[in-house]
């Protein structure tokens, strides 16, 4: 199984503030998503990203593709409340995809 | 569409009984997986299939069967409850392999073995 590492674990900031998340890995990935699941519910898929380097933005949202294709990142402008979840970083390897164990955020009024 | 439905939503058994938790897709997807989330582990993949009658191990299968009769439906299969089966269960689908295209999941069945 190929590894993801997601940092931080946890993280609690204020609405207005802005934050990074990290997905690293030792491995090469063919692509690399990112979903967000809220309580009680399943992941969703924010983004795809399949060519290294490669950045894609969803309205307040930053997705960037390692130039080697072993990391990514997210980050979040000016978050708010409506942002709080569970962010999984997935690495797709064929017929799976490994999940890292993701990076719970809470975003407070 | 209702996407991928999942049922039971929660479900307590005692150690050495038998369940299955049942997926439903609307979405003619052929590819189907099951995961379980474990707090602060991620989804592992438990088993998956690429089209009725195909199916294949994940990561995690021990304990578990499956079988896919056809497209719509996934059903996980528990023999003998353990303990180390208390998780959240999800079922995904997509509608071709994985690796460029989205995984639409269900809401998920929470399990707790005592």
């Known amino acids: 199984t190929q590894l993801l590492e997601q940092s931080p674990q946890f993280l609690s900031i204020q609405e207005g503030e802005n934050l990074t998340v990290y997905c690293n890995s030792s491995s090469v990935f063919s692509s690399l998503q990112w979903y967000r699941q809220e309580p009680g519910e399943g992941p969703v898929l924010l983004v795809t990203v399949v060519t290294g380097g490669e950045v894609k933005k969803l309205k307040r949202l930053t997705f960037q593709f390692g130039d080697a294709r072993k990391d990514s990142s997210l980050h979040i402008t000016a978050a708010q409340p409506g942002d709080t979840g569970l962010y999984l970083c997935?690495?797709?390897?064929?017929?799976?995809?490994?999940f890292g164990k993701g990076t719970s955020l809470l975003v407070t009024p | 569409n209702a996407g991928v439905t999942q049922t039971p939503k929660f479900r307590i058994l005692k150690i050495g009984q038998s369940m299955t938790l049942q997926c439903t897709q609307d979405m003619n997807h052929n590819y189907m997986y099951w995961y379980r989330q474990d707090p602060g582990m991620g989804l592992k993949l438990i088993y998956y299939s690429v089209g009725a009658g195909i199916t294949d191990k994940g990561e995690v299968p021990n304990g578990y069967n499956v079988s896919r009769s056809t497209t719509e439906d996934f059903p996980l299969r528990l023999e003998l409850a353990a303990p180390s089966q208390t998780s959240v269960y999800f079922c995904?689908?997509?509608?071709?392999?994985?690796?460029?295209?989205?995984?639409?999941f269900g809401p998920g069945t929470r399990l707790t073995v005592l």
């Open positions: 997935a690495g797709g390897t064929g017929y799976a995809l490994n």
């Open positions: 995904a689908s997509s509608p071709v392999l994985v690796s460029y295209n989205e995984q639409f």
